[in-house]
């Protein structure tokens, strides 16, 4: 595997450790901040989903893209609200209600997956272009911290420790290096991969994080959105710059 690949996947899984230590950490981000920052995510996955990421999938796929697609944006529906239900990009609140071990594991394996999930868009990515392999990884790192910040806060809602709730973030980031080591391993059915992973991509960024963002009130989360859509041109117009094809 090229290790370039390896460091964006090292890269990915420091998100995850990072926003579990925000919340372990005596002194955290606030919530407000944390609520630009998915608001910034979600604008630059949609961009990524729906610009590059849909496109590529077609035409490396073919007619059977769409399904793909959709079974990676069920996939991850289906675990979130049936085996996580408690699951979502944003800090609980309602401790009394996390107290369950069947809810902290359930969502630490909802996560799991979707953390899998990552690793593999990047991986499967990069395997089809180096250059859609670092704008995949670009959008995805957006929301690498809110989802270390959200395991790691539901199982400090659950009343474990500092330790236990930092452990559950480094969880997840050894799962998204596991998903960008598949990716390599599974090589020939990585653009099938790629579809998958985009649908769980899709969904987090228009089903998760939109409706986090969309929660707060004002102008500001919106304009924020853009931003992140801005983003992706931002990063397109990079990688393309310094030469690399997308």
Request: glycine fraction near 12%; aromatic fraction near 8%; hydrophobic fraction near 55%.
């Amino acid at each position: 595997m090229d290790p370039f690949v390896l460091l964006l996947g090292l890269a990915a899984a420091a998100g995850d450790i990072v926003g579990g230590a925000v919340v372990t950490a005596p002194r955290r981000i606030g919530d407000r901040t944390l609520s630009l920052l998915i608001a910034l995510g979600a604008g630059n996955l949609l961009g990524v989903s729906l610009l590059e990421l849909i496109p590529e999938t077609i035409a490396e796929t073919g007619p059977i893209a769409g399904a793909l697609i959709l079974a990676g944006y069920l996939f991850i529906h289906f675990f979130e609200h049936v085996f996580a239900p408690h699951f979502h990009f944003g800090e609980e609140t309602h401790g009394a209600a996390v107290v369950d071990t069947h809810v902290t594991s359930t969502a630490l394996i909802g996560l799991g997956l979707h953390a899998l999930m990552d690793g593999i868009a990047i991986g499967a990515a990069f395997v089809t272009s180096p250059g859609l392999g670092v704008l995949v990884f670009a959008a995805i790192m957006l929301h690498k911290l809110p989802e270390g910040f959200t395991i790691a806060s539901v199982m400090k809602a659950a009343g474990t420790t500092r330790r236990w709730a930092f452990g559950a973030s480094a969880l997840l980031a050894v799962a998204t290096f596991a998903g960008v080591l598949a990716s390599a391993v599974l090589g020939e059915i990585a653009p099938y991969l790629l579809a998958i992973a985009t649908g769980s991509v899709l969904y987090v960024g228009a089903t998760d994080l939109m409706s986090e963002a969309n929660k707060e009130e004002g102008i500001l989360n919106p304009i924020m959105v853009f931003i992140g859509v801005g983003m992706f041109f931002a990063v397109l117009g990079l990688v393309r710059f310094v030469g690399i094809e997308v």
